[in-house]
C-alpha cells in the first residue's frame, strides 16, 4: 500500500494551498482518511479526518479554514487549506487506515510528508 502525497509547498500569509493524497495497492476496504502535521520540535497532531461514513473532525486550530473531503472512486483525500497562516507552518502527512484483506486487521499506513512553509 502506498500513500502519496502532493500540493505542498511555500506560500504567504492569507494564501491557499490545496494537499491531495491517492492510496494504491492492496486495498479491501478504506476506512478513515486524515491529515496530521509535524511542526520542527514538535508532536505530531492530527488536523483533520474523514471517516468512511459520518462527519469530518477538525482540529480547533484549523476550524473555519480548512475543508478536507475524499473521492471514494480514486481512494484520494484532499485537504483545502485557506487563510493560511505561519503557525500552518508543517510537514503534512496523509494517513490511511485500511485493510489489505477480508482477514487482515485494519491497519494505519501513512504518507512521506509534503513540506507546508507559510511565510511572506
Known amino acids: 500500500v502506498q500513500l502519496v502525497e502532493s500540493g505542498g509547498g511555500l506560500v504567504q500569509p492569507g494564501g491557499s494551498l490545496r494537499l491531495s493524497c491517492a492510496a494504491s495497492?492492496?486495498?479491501?476496504?478504506?476506512?478513515?482518511m486524515g491529515w496530521y502535521r509535524q511542526a520542527p520540535g514538535k508532536q505530531r497532531e492530527l488536523v483533520a479526518a474523514?471517516?468512511?461514513?459520518?462527519?469530518?473532525n477538525y482540529a480547533d486550530s484549523v476550524k473555519g479554514r480548512f475543508t478536507i473531503s475524499r473521492d471514494s472512486a480514486k481512494n484520494t483525500v484532499y485537504l483545502q487549506m485557506n487563510s493560511l497562516k505561519p503557525e500552518d507552518t508543517a510537514v503534512y502527512y496523509c494517513?490511511?487506515?485500511?485493510?489489505?484483506?477480508?482477514?487482515?486487521?485494519?491497519?494505519?499506513?501513512w504518507g512521506q510528508g509534503t513540506q507546508v512553509t507559510v511565510s511572506s
Open positions: 494517513n490511511a487506515d485500511l485493510k489489505t484483506t477480508g482477514w487482515a486487521k485494519r491497519t494505519s499506513y
Open positions: 495497492g492492496s486495498i479491501f476496504s478504506l476506512y478513515a
Open positions: 474523514a471517516p468512511s461514513g459520518g462527519s469530518p
